[in-house]
């Protein structure tokens, strides 16, 4: 980082010469200068190793938590800069600035192998306080080691386990002037390569809401559960009076088995948070963890226990909801509900798998397949770029081969543990460095993200030319393929029914198809070219070895005639006889999905693309297992890992990975906007917009709403009897083609629209 414009110059890495249980509070005092006139501005830069609340005078800097999050800290520690004016006193008054540490991904247990401390051994703490003054003079307030180290009230922290809070050891005051800091201990410098220190991109994590409860039960073996109507991702908070030393334990899970609370799923991960009473009034909030539950088992809690007693805090990244869908059939709402809601729950920094047991990674795979959806639920475009930046420093530093999960900790993993070669190349999940990148220039309009990631990209897209056989296709080493297709065994997930090599072929296809285009946007005509030949001898080969004369597809599942339909890969008359036997398929299937992680996405649009509308409807409003519709039939808030991660009879699915809050099942909510609400874009970022909704399924009415780039873009239809109406809105400096059902397309300007036909 060049002197010049490092916002932490002159400050030093601290780190307390006593780790406090983890848990150290830092502190300095200083004067604000005199004779300068008012002071006019203030702003404090900080990061730390660990996680860190800042407070000045005994104030939060921010309403930032969980600070600065997790990113692949070999290579980027992100800092903060805070507009910190309002909390300082006057000129010439004393002020004292203090910072709580907290172990989190950095030093912390991270990855279901149980890695404990794999970034560094010791906490630290970075800042720099930048004061101006109305005659120009700046003052400047560093860490050094002039700063204090103390002990707080936090025992114990970690992301996976919960913390522990023991209210006789609050210090209070402690980030106040004048404190006494009695049994304090100094700070000592830690070396850091400054290169690492780099400004955020996506936005901060924060508390987004609080939700008390529904209902407080009595489970059959006679514990207190308490029920928040809805899973989430956060923790409890609550003030309390009771005898000194009293201790309330909290535990979190996702569901209730058999009345009792769930915890099976969470594997090692102890999700349990712990109150020690001071015999006052405390004031209790574990901001130094996160879980993801609906249900709360509570015990030692003094007195009666009542929905007024507590709340749940929900925290995720700071993201602007853009998108909306709604229509008549209630299950689908709440579908849509459900995607919502594990987006917002698993977008906390990273884009995680899921929030609750000893996992919560960036698993790539995940988000390859989710994104479509996630740009238009939320604005993503910062969030994703910044995790894109952590991809592609695993990705160069790994000769090119995309990691499973970003920030890599399988890395990590003892010898014995590791492949020989490192992570293979893999399809879907390391196709997330071309697609998710893709999806955000598609959204959002904005090439900078593919400039970015351009060298990601086409080393990727160079990792699997090398992972080719001779015969051209992608057909041999590790695949992850269609993951847990319904149809496997739960303690077998990789046991698809989709051939391997079909699917990883079908997506390399994609890939390299992608990466030619992006190419020719950037004005690189020789990597066009290269990847253009790539793609179509991959197409080739696909049909050559793959299809038969019939149009049948080696494994003839319906994962992948999904994948060959919608990514393009067979010629017209084969495309045809494949849409006709998936159709075939999920009839068969009594319209259940019969997809895994590789088909999910796709099934509905390649149904659609080949005038199999009705079949696409049917899987949609299917309710019994698997299907989207099942989970909500039982009683599901967020979307699930399994189809059936809980069994029709009310037990929890005996899979190793059970988690009931995962994404990326919910990518069918793209084929919700774009064919039941018929909102899409024509050009990036939707200067040219599409819409053309295609109702169906007993649908009466749909509405999407879609804050673009230009503006708010709304789009409704109703069915009233045979005649069907349309309303369009337009945003300023976009144009649209209409496609109304039963009528031609017609090319509108900005403003409003109304539509009516005959629908048949």
């Known amino acids: 980082m060049a002197e010049e414009t490092d916002p932490l110059a002159g400050a030093t890495v601290i780190a307390p010469d006593d780790d406090f249980s983890g848990a150290p509070l830092l502190r300095t005092e200083f004067d604000l200068a005199a004779d300068h006139g008012d002071l006019v501005s203030a702003t404090l830069t900080a990061t730390a190793l660990g996680i ?145 220190l780099v400004p955020p991109i996506g936005p901060p994590v924060i508390r987004q809401e609080s939700i008390k409860p529904v209902a407080i039960l009595t489970s059959p073996s006679g514990r207190t559960l308490v029920d928040f109507g809805q899973n989430l991702v956060g923790w409890l908070r609550f003030t309390v009076t009771g005898e000194a030393g009293r201790e309330i334990v909290i535990k979190h899970a996702e569901v209730l088995e058999n009345g009792e609370l769930g915890t099976r799923p969470l594997r090692s991960a102890k999700a349990t948070d712990r109150f020690v009473l001071s015999g006052g009034e405390d004031f209790f909030e574990p901001t130094k963890t996160f879980h993801g539950f609906r249900y709360a088992e509570v015990s030692g809690w003094p007195g009666e226990l009542t929905p007024d007693s507590l709340e749940a805090v929900v925290v995720s990244s700071a993201l602007h909801r853009i998108g909306t869908f709604e229509c008549s059939d209630e299950l689908v709402n709440q579908l849509h509900r459900n995607v919502i809601w594990g987006q917002r729950g698993n977008f906390l920094d990273v884009p995680t798998d899921c929030p609750q047991r000893d996992e919560r990674l960036g698993w790539t795979g995940d988000i390859a397949a989710f994104a479509p959806t996630a740009v238009f639920n939320f604005d993503v475009k910062d969030f994703l770029a910044d995790w894109l930046r952590d991809l592609r420093e695993e990705q160069l530093h790994a000769d090119g081969r995309v990691p499973f999960v970003a920030p890599d900790v399988i890395k ?12 293979p190349v893999t399809a879907l999940w390391g196709d997330a460095a071309v697609w998710v990148p893709w999806t955000l220039y598609q959204a959002y309009g904005d090439q900078q993200v593919l400039i970015d990631q351009y060298d990601s990209m086409t080393e990727h897209a160079r990792a699997i030319e090398r992972s080719l056989s001779p015969n051209g296709l992608w057909d041999t080493g590790f695949q992850f393929a269609d993951w847990l297709d319904p149809d496997a065994p739960p303690d077998r997930p990789g046991d698809a029914k989709a051939d391997k090599g079909v699917v990883a072929t079908a997506c390399a296809y994609r890939t390299a198809g992608l990466v030619a285009r992006t190419a020719e946007l950037l004005g690189n005509q020789a990597d066009h070219d290269h990847f253009a030949d790539m793609a179509d001898g991959l197409k080739r080969a696909f049909n050559t070895h793959y299809v038969d004369d019939q149009g049948i597809i080696t494994s003839d599942c319906a994962t992948v005639y999904a994948l060959a339909i919608h990514f393009d890969l067979i010629d017209q008359v084969k495309r045809d006889a494949a849409g006709q036997r998936l159709a075939e398929l999920a009839e068969k299937a009594g319209y259940r ?85 018929g909102i899409d874009a024509l050009e990036p970022g939707y200067a040219r917009i599409k819409i053309a909704p295609q109702p169906g399924g007993g649908l009466t009415s749909a509405r999407a709403t879609l804050i673009t780039p230009h503006g708010e873009l709304r789009s409704s239809w109703q069915l009233t009897g045979d005649e069907l109406t349309m309303d369009v809105s337009v945003p300023v400096g976009a144009t649209a083609e209409v496609t109304v059902p039963g009528r031609s397309p017609e090319s509108v300007s900005s403003g409003e629209h109304h539509f009516t036909s005959t629908f048949d």
């Open 593 to 677: 999905v019969s997809t895994g992680f590789a088909g999910t996405p796709f099934i509905c649009w390649a149904l659609t693309e080949t005038g199999h509308l009705d079949t696409a409807y049917h899987l949609l409003l299917e309710k019994e297992n698997p299907s989207w519709l099942y989970p909500v039939t039982m009683g599901a808030t967020t979307i699930w890992e399994r189809w059936d991660s809980m069994l029709p009879d009310g037990s929890i699915n005996p899979g190793e990975m059970t988690s009931f809050n995962h994404y990326a099942l919910g990518a069918v909510a793209d084929w919700l906007h774009k064919v039941v609400a």
């Open 412 to 423: 990590f993993r003892p010898p014995e543990q590791q492949r020989s070669q490192g992570q």
């Open 52 to 196: 860190v609340d800042l407070e000045i005078g005994g104030r939060p800097v921010a309403p930032d938590v969980l600070t600065p999050g997790w990113s692949s800290y070999e290579w980027r520690i992100r800092y903060r800069s805070y507009d910190v004016t309002g909390l300082l006193p006057a000129p010439g008054d004393r002020a004292a600035m203090g910072a709580s540490l907290g172990n989190g991904w950095y030093r912390g247990r991270i990855g279901f192998t149980g890695g404990v401390g794999l970034y560094g051994d010791e906490l630290g703490l970075i800042a720099r306080l930048d004061l101006s003054y109305a005659d120009g003079h700046v003052q400047t307030v560093v860490t050094d080691e002039s700063w204090q180290a103390g002990p707080s009230a936090t025992t114990d922290n970690q992301i996976y386990d919960g913390q522990t809070i023991d209210a006789r050891r609050v210090q209070s005051g402690w980030s106040s002037p004048g404190f006494a800091a009695d049994g304090w201990v100094g700070v000592h410098a830690l070396d850091l390569d400054r290169n690492r």
